[in-house]
């Protein structure tokens, strides 16, 4: 009789031909000390900007322990005697700081509100443009002023709003009477935002038209023929592809607020129209080196510090949390 055969548990040796995939080994990563020693040349290049920002920028901070040091020019550079939060107290409780931060604030909101926007808009109207020599001419026409110094700028807009200027002289041609314009608060707001829109919007254009050239072309494509049109593709394509960069500007722009233009204001204002026209950086000159009272000048300079600090962190993150694009 033949006897059954029995199977038997396979061995270990048998075991499938079929190797799992190798992982992919991450390069090695280079120490600094070598990345330094193999493009020292390209390092070298950032010296003098991170000099300039260390003594500009960053050794100027330690000076602003004077706001809470009685300071006394020729004495010690980093005041006399500690007083605490005496100045802070002093400008919290003058009325007259409150209406310069109250113009700091509308000032810097209407600079956001139309000098922000503006470029955007221009951008995408030169876009359109498919003559390249008109595009050109635009787009040179419109940063030209961005060259021009803050004076010349100054006093193109003295010549052209003087009592005997351009302006002027268009009101009597169609009968009305002579405007002073430079001497009333009320027109002080529109004069600083107009010429800040002539001068800056063309400029920031620049950034809109480079990031514009890195969409797809194919996301065009697709969107006509979906049947979407010059509008929808605008809305649907172009400003989100532009977005990021929208945000970035955005966040640096809401991180300057308060540092609205100090010396544009210093040229064009006068004690007629300082109810309209003073800012903290006027204020701050006229009560540091005009009054030598560099304490008090100090103290507001930290507290405009702070609010410009908590504003552009305020940004970052809500911008992080609801758009998912942020500097940091």
Known sequence: MSTPTTLEPPSRERRSTTTPAAKPQRPPRTSWRRALLRDWQ??????????FFLIFRYLPMIGNVIAFRRFQPGGNILG???????????FLNDPTFWNVFTNTLVLGALTLFFCFPLPIVLALLINEVRNRAFKRLVQSVSYLPHFLSIVV???IVMQFL?????VNQLIRFVGGEPIPFLQRPEWFRTIYVSSEIWQTVGWSTILYLAALTTIDDQLYEAARIDGAGRWRQTWHVTLPGIRPTIITLLILNIGTFMA???????????????????????????????SNNFSYAAAIGLFEAVIGLIMIFSANFISRRTVGTSLW
């Open 42 to 51: 390209l390092y070298t290049l950032a010296i003098l900007p991170l000099l």
């Open 80 to 90: 006399e005697e500690w007083v605490g939060l005496r100045y802070v107290q002093m």
């Open 153 to 155: 700028v100054a006093g």
């Open 162 to 166: 003087s009592m005997d200027g351009t």
């Open 260 to 290: 609205v233009g100090f010396e544009k204001i210093l040229l064009l204002y006068n004690p007629l129209t300082y109810p309209t026209a003073d800012v903290i950086s006027t204020y701050l000159y006229r009560m540091g080196v005009v």
